[in-house]
């Protein structure tokens, strides 16, 4: 995993045939927040991936490593500084590391990386992440091992999940974690919960199932209203 810093463009020139924003200056920052897809692939088989993501997923993937750079420069361009690599599974991306450093070079303030912590979270990735000041962000189905496979069709999910997540707070790194409700019983999900305080998270939502993706086959009629909504912001 390269460390190598990189270097910042001295200027960013805009699109081909786009134009700058004028007028009312609050546009000037319109955009705050990028969220950057790195692949569409994913390790885990989560029957209710609301993306389909999979293992065998993210063969098109289209963007490579300059292609992201120029969109990372292009949002700080128009006042995005919040930045936040997702899938799939961004750490699939063999190119996270240096994205990310790539966002702090531009000059980003705040990089999440959200994964589902069971793949290619390594000390390396961890003590990176660490320097720039990053933070990451995950959801638990369940504290129970054999639920959290259930969800993830991946056996030992929740021992990765859980080991993962104790080696990125042992840096004193931030983590915001969501307890996905699809099913289980309340008493599960509150002792879901309780677990994840006990490792040190504060920042602690919970959300249901969105019917889409492979999640249709469990929830039939799917709608844009089933959206969380923030994705256009």
């Not at 200056?25 to 209710?48: I, M, S, V, W, Y």
């Not at 995950?138 to 993962?164: I, M, Q, W, Y």
Request: aromatic letters at 6%; proline letters at 4%; hydrophobic letters at 35%.
């Amino acid at each position: 995993m390269s460390t190598q810093p990189i270097t910042t463009p001295t200027s960013t020139p805009l699109p081909q045939g786009a134009k700058p924003l004028a007028g009312d200056p609050a546009l000037l920052h319109a955009l705050d927040f990028l969220q950057l897809e790195l692949t569409h692939a994913c390790n885990l088989k989560c029957g209710h991936c609301y993306s389909d993501s999979n293992p065998h997923s993210g063969k098109n993937d289209r963007l490579g490593l300059t292609d992201y750079q120029r969109l990372i420069r292009e949002a700080h361009a128009l006042g995005a500084r919040r930045i936040q690599f997702l899938g799939g599974e961004p750490t699939l991306n063999r190119d996270l590391a240096r994205l990310m450093e790539y966002a702090k070079t531009v000059g980003f303030d705040d990089i999440e990386i959200y994964s589902n912590l069971t793949t290619h979270i390594t000390t390396d990735l961890i003590s990176y992440a660490a320097r720039l000041g990053a933070r990451f962000a995950t959801t638990f189905h369940s504290c129970d091992p054999e639920r959290e496979d259930a969800f993830t069709k991946v056996r030992g999910s929740l021992a990765r999940k859980t080991r993962n997540l104790r080696a990125i707070r042992e840096h004193g790194l931030e983590v915001r974690s969501g307890v996905i409700i699809a099913g289980q019983p309340e008493a599960d999900v509150l002792a879901t919960m309780a677990m994840l305080h006990s490792l040190g998270i504060t920042n602690l939502r919970n959300d249901r199932i969105r019917d889409f993706g492979r999640a249709r086959e469990q929830v039939q009629g799917a709608q844009v209203a089933e959206l969380c909504g923030n994705c256009w912001k």
